[in-house]
């Protein structure tokens, strides 16, 4: 078991990292104490999969425990779902102290995340990521948000956990294609700060594909250390270091938002996408050598990610890119690779030259 410390003053809290954790969140539970009542937020699949043992450990650990169920998809962080469950949780709030666990992925920890944040001005809440993405990216650094039907993440708050409990085990019954997806966080991670993470799945990615133990918790417990020191520098995303974060996610957003989130493309693909696009840009513009581009390039495809965009139309995603709130003017503020384990944010980037790369990523 690796623990890392997201140091935040008065709410630090550990992301604790291994296998068979689920057997022991009664006994993490108890030494942070975050209330009594535990409500537990997950999909119907995850309960079939987890309820019972999750139930089991937490009675023998002295909680009561109350299961709410929501959609295994984007429609779960909608206002509807949002205050559907407030209401359930206000209802059974009685003479208790409640506190919300999130059994899932990104969006079930959004969600979680932001009904904790309201409810009463805010209540304890604890993440058990269940995929590869939540372990390494969307679990830490206390953004949680809700949709609204103009675009994602619209309405949210910075509200950080109690705990982050990642068990390896849980990531065995994760579908292929969301631990790919997961991957495309892990690669990110290396180009913007960590050459030898990076390095390391070149060698390696197949034994995180096999879901070996050793690779998921080296590549899981580095991921995680670099978005927890990025947070502890800028927990609010007010200095703009947060912003090394959202390398890949300015294309990569337009690609979803293209897709009208079908699902056609899920976020990591979108991402794995949106970092090749700007490795070739930042190959365009002199900031990095057609080695590391292809580097990069090479790694995603070796792990099944796409790099090129096929089944929609260059006018839409254009469209949706010059949306972004980074796209003013015709130019755009973009998160570029200078290197294997480095990265800029460069302002003014041309949209000449954004849309003659994008063109060439995408298969008519």
């Not at 800028?234 to 300015?250: C, P, S």
């Not at 513009?285 to 990610?305: H, M, P, Q, Y």
């Not at 929609?312 to 973009?334: E, P, Q």
Request: hydrophobic content about 40%; overall charge positive.
């Amino acid at each position: 078991m690796t623990r890392i410390r997201v140091r935040i003053g008065e709410r630090s809290y550990d992301i604790v990292i291994g296998p068979g954790l689920l057997q022991k969140t009664g006994a993490l539970l108890k030494k942070i104490r975050p209330g009594k009542d535990a409500i537990v937020v997950t999909n119907r699949t995850l309960f079939k999969l987890y309820g019972k043992r999750l139930a089991s450990v937490l009675k023998r650990g002295g909680f009561s425990v109350k299961f709410e169920l929501v959609p295994d998809s984007e429609k779960a962080k909608s206002s509807l779902v949002a205050t559907s469950l407030i209401d359930r949780i206000a209802a059974h709030d009685k003479y208790r102290r409640i506190f919300l666990i999130t059994l899932g992925g990104g969006v079930a920890g959004d969600l979680t995340g932001f009904v904790a944040s309201i409810y009463k001005r805010g209540v304890p809440y604890v993440q058990i990521p269940t995929t590869l993405l939540a372990q390494v990216d969307s679990s830490i650094g206390g953004k949680t948000a809700i949709d609204l039907p103009v675009a994602k993440n619209m309405a949210g708050a910075f509200y950080q956990p109690k705990i982050v409990i990642s068990d390896l085990t849980l990531l065995k019954s994760l579908p292929v294609r969301q631990l790919k997806s997961g991957l495309s966080e892990i690669i990110k991670c290396g180009v913007i700060s960590d050459k030898k993470i990076f390095e390391f799945l070149e060698h390696n990615y197949a034994k995180v594909l096999r879901r070996e133990t050793r690779a998921l918790e080296h590549v899981i417990t580095h991921s995680a250390g670099i978005k927890a020191r990025v947070v502890e520098k800028d927990e609010f995303d007010r200095k703009g270091l947060r912003a090394i974060l959202n390398y890949g996610h300015t294309v990569g957003h337009a690609v979803e938002a293209a897709s009208s989130y079908s699902g056609a493309y899920d976020h990591g693909q979108a991402v794995s996408i949106g970092m090749v696009v700007a490795a070739r840009i930042a190959e365009k513009l002199k900031l990095l050598s057609a080695r590391d581009a292809l580097r990069i390039e090479s790694l995603i495809e070796r792990c099944g990610l796409p790099t090129r965009i096929k089944g929609l139309k260059f006018s839409v995603i254009h469209d949706a890119l010059t949306h972004d709130k980074k796209f003013v003017n015709g130019r755009a503020r973009m998160v570029l690779p200078i290197g294997i384990g480095r990265v800029k944010v460069v302002d003014n980037v041309p949209e000449r030259i954004i849309k003659e790369v994008l063109k060439l990523h995408i298969v008519k």
